[in-house]
């Protein structure tokens, strides 16, 4: 059974930091590209950052862009994001998930993690 549990998220102050950790269950992954998406209140689903299955390609949202970094663990099937210099706008819960190949990952959804900065 497919799996995503993330973690990490908190009430942090403007300009704090946090890293949300997301740990794959239930499917080779170490073959598939990682991604960190976020939904904010009232708000589509957005992309946050993502990652090649071994690391080498790594793409951001623009608004996140030289704040986050994503990272993962293949030998641990876990995917990380450092989130830096947050801003209220960062204000969601974050999710991760993967992509490719012909499974329908939105059937998998995990619960995601709150992000609440603010001061």
């Known amino acids: 059974q497919v799996q995503f549990v993330e973690s990490g998220g908190g009430l942090v102050q403007p300009g704090g930091s946090l890293r949300l950790s997301c740990t794959a269950s239930?499917?080779?992954?170490?073959?598939?590209?990682m991604i960190w998406y976020r939904q904010a209140a009232g708000k589509a689903r957005e992309l946050v950052a993502r990652?090649?299955?071994?690391?080498?390609?790594?793409e951001y949202g623009d608004s996140v862009k030289g704040r986050f970094t994503i990272s993962r663990d293949n030998s641990k099937n876990t995917v990380d994001l450092q989130m830096s210099s947050l801003e209220p706008e960062d204000t969601a819960v974050y999710f991760c998930?993967?992509?490719?190949?012909?499974?329908?990952?939105?059937?998998?959804w995990g619960q995601g993690t709150q992000v609440t900065v603010s001061s």
């Open positions: 990652i090649s299955s071994g690391g080498r390609s790594i």
């Open positions: 239930g499917f080779p992954f170490n073959i598939y590209t």
């Open positions: 998930n993967a992509a490719g190949g012909t499974r329908n990952w939105d059937a998998y």
